[in-house]
């Protein structure tokens, strides 16, 4: 691409893998999951899209700017995979508006912060512009509620992966594939985001979050077209298990459509 600095070529492979599979999951729903997960890719291209705004940016006023934008994707992201994983293992109870709106404040305050232009500097205390080998970054000096929302982020990570692992470790097979490939797309941005909050990246200002969900779109796109993540899941299981096992004495056993015992 003519003018794009290989790094935002890089970043923009990952907007096309994951506007692919947001597209794949538009398509299936309302199958359990596919909106939250539409949420999710959407949030991880919105900050993508706009990095690459950031690094080819002249100026530090623009790169404020841009920088400023990613936060909606930013905030996005965590919230989306909750309620993605509460949903799609069947836990759709938890996804009410009383739980929905609960866990959008912080991310809503952050975004309101930052849009007011953060004048107290508790999001980002310092910008300047760091040229590097590889691009010109805008590196920042993180306020207090930075750290806030970065701890908020991993703890919806959390408690997000938790029933997710469980069906890697449960013996329905069906699911496995689909989970394990959930597991590698959400743990790349994860431990990219750690090892940027840690200060072990070299390049300063190089955040690499957005690179790693280029890993994210392939998994999602692999556990959409390969292990049928919608079209075959859990959710239906655990409500069988729910509402007619746990009420009856005698032995049922509940088929879903594709043919598998639930």
Same mark, same amino acid.
């Given at each position: 691409? /003519? ?6 070529v890089?970043l923009?492979? &990952?907007?096309v893998t ?5 597209i ?8 359990a ?5 539409v ?5 991880q291209?919105w ?6 705004? @950031?690094l @080819?940016?002249?100026?530090l006023a623009v ?23 509460? @949903?799609y293992t069947?836990?759709d109870?938890y996804?009410n ?10 991310p809503a305050i952050?975004v309101?912060v ?6 107290f500097g508790v999001?980002?205390a310092n910008?300047?512009v ?5 691009g010109s ?7 207090p ?9 991993y703890?919806?990570g959390?408690?997000?992966s938790?029933? /997710?692992l469980q069906?890697?470790?449960d013996?329905?097979?069906p ?11 959400t743990? &790349? ?11 072990a990246?070299?390049?300063p200002?190089?955040?690499?979050t957005?690179?790693?969900?280029a ?7 692999l ?6 993540l ?7 299981r655990r409500?069988a298990r729910?509402?007619?096992?746990e ?10 459509t @594709?043919?598998?015992?639930?």
């Amino acid at each position: 691409m /003519i003018g794009l600095s290989p790094l935002s070529v890089a970043l923009l492979a &990952a907007v096309v893998t994951g506007t692919s599979g947001a597209i794949l999951a538009w398509r299936e729903r309302p199958d359990a999951g596919a909106r939250w997960l539409v949420l999710l890719l959407l949030g991880q291209v919105w900050w993508t899209t706009f990095l690459v705004f @950031e690094l @080819e940016a002249s100026s530090l006023a623009v790169k404020a700017l841009w920088y400023d934008v990613q936060w909606l994707g930013v905030v996005v992201v965590p919230v989306g995979w909750l309620l993605f994983a509460l @949903e799609y293992t069947g836990r759709d109870r938890y996804v009410n508006p009383g739980v929905v709106a609960a866990v959008c404040v912080a991310p809503a305050i952050t975004v309101l912060v930052v849009a007011a232009g953060d004048p107290f500097g508790v999001v980002v205390a310092n910008r300047e512009v760091a040229d590097t080998a590889v691009g010109s970054f805008l590196r920042v000096d993180p306020g207090p509620w930075y750290y806030v929302m970065a701890g908020y982020t991993y703890l919806l990570g959390l408690i997000g992966s938790v029933p /997710i692992l469980q069906l890697v470790r449960d013996d329905a097979r069906p699911f496995r594939g689909q989970s394990a490939a959930l597991i590698v797309g959400t743990a &790349a941005p994860w431990v990219s985001s750690v090892v940027y909050l840690s200060g072990a990246i070299p390049v300063p200002g190089l955040d690499p979050t957005p690179l790693a969900f280029a890993v994210s779109g392939v998994a999602y796109l692999l556990a959409l077209s390969r292990f049928r993540l919608l079209t075959l899941t859990p959710a239906p299981r655990r409500r069988a298990r729910q509402l007619v096992f746990e009420q009856l004495h005698d032995p049922v056993f509940v088929v879903g459509t @594709e043919g598998y015992v639930l």
